[in-house]
């Protein structure tokens, strides 16, 4: 089944604390993102990826870093957690290449509270 | 803020209505999609459309684009109840620099 899987699906953590959200898609697919989503905001785009090695800033990346080793992989690196960054985070992914019907497909959210 | 604007911000009406939700942005754009997302959960995609497209169809949805205006307009016909959730528009902008903007949303609330 085509999907793209977020761990953990819910965190509580403390200030300072370094975590990391794992992001992991099974279509190939080059394209790659995060956002957060706050209430009143929709959602905003923290980083994305258009292909291994490739990373870009969204909107939103003051506090989070990412890495693209492969192409399945996009984890969300947040090394000194603030209780702002408590917020809904989603992952997804773009069939972006030859033949693409540019449909983003989305992780089931991962839940962030840092205390 | 570059996000997008939506609107209305919410919302509400009968079933069997049409409901239309707006969408305007600023920049060029590679593409624009519609999703829907039920209560905090995840986003289910429903339409994409392309620059050069100026409508699409999907079942009750219609979505337009109008690329001169930089709007889009989604359209959702004989509104059912589980029509319910958040709807959002989310551009793709166009040239190297490809992010993903999604606007606020649009809260609709179909009644039985």
């Known amino acids: 089944e085509a999907q793209v899987t977020q761990n953990p699906r819910y965190l509580i953590t403390v200030t300072g604390k370094k975590l990391t959200v794992t992001c992991s898609q099974n279509?190939?697919?080059?394209?790659m993102s995060w956002y957060r989503q706050d209430p009143g905001l929709g959602l905003r785009q923290i980083y994305y990826?258009?292909?291994?090695?490739?990373?870009d800033k969204g909107d939103v990346p003051e506090g989070y870093k990412v890495s693209r080793k492969e192409k399945r992989n996009f984890p969300l690196i947040l090394e000194s957690p603030s209780p702002n960054q408590t917020s809904l985070y989603f992952c997804?992914?773009?069939?972006?290449?030859?033949?693409?019907?540019?449909?983003?497909?989305f992780g089931p959210g991962t839940r962030l509270t840092v205390l | 803020s570059q996000q997008g604007e939506e609107d209305p911000q919410a919302l509400s009406i009968q079933e069997g209505e049409n409901a239309t939700m707006n969408c305007s942005y600023k920049?060029?754009?590679?593409?624009l999609q519609w999703y829907r997302q039920n209560s905090g959960r995840g986003l289910v995609h429903l339409i994409l459309i392309r620059s050069n497209e100026r409508e699409k169809h999907s079942g009750r949805l219609r979505v337009t684009l109008d690329t001169s205006k930089k709007s889009s307009s989604l359209l959702i016909t004989a509104s059912r109840a589980a029509d319910t959730a958040s709807y959002f528009c989310a551009r793709r902008d166009s040239g190297g620099y490809q992010k993903v903007t999604f606007g606020t949303g649009t809260k609709l609330q179909v009644i039985p």
């Open positions: 990826s258009m292909n291994v090695e490739v990373t």
């Open positions: 920049t060029s754009i590679n593409n």
């Open positions: 279509m190939n697919h080059e394209y």
């Open positions: 997804a992914s773009i069939d972006s290449g030859t033949g693409r019907t540019d449909t983003q497909y």
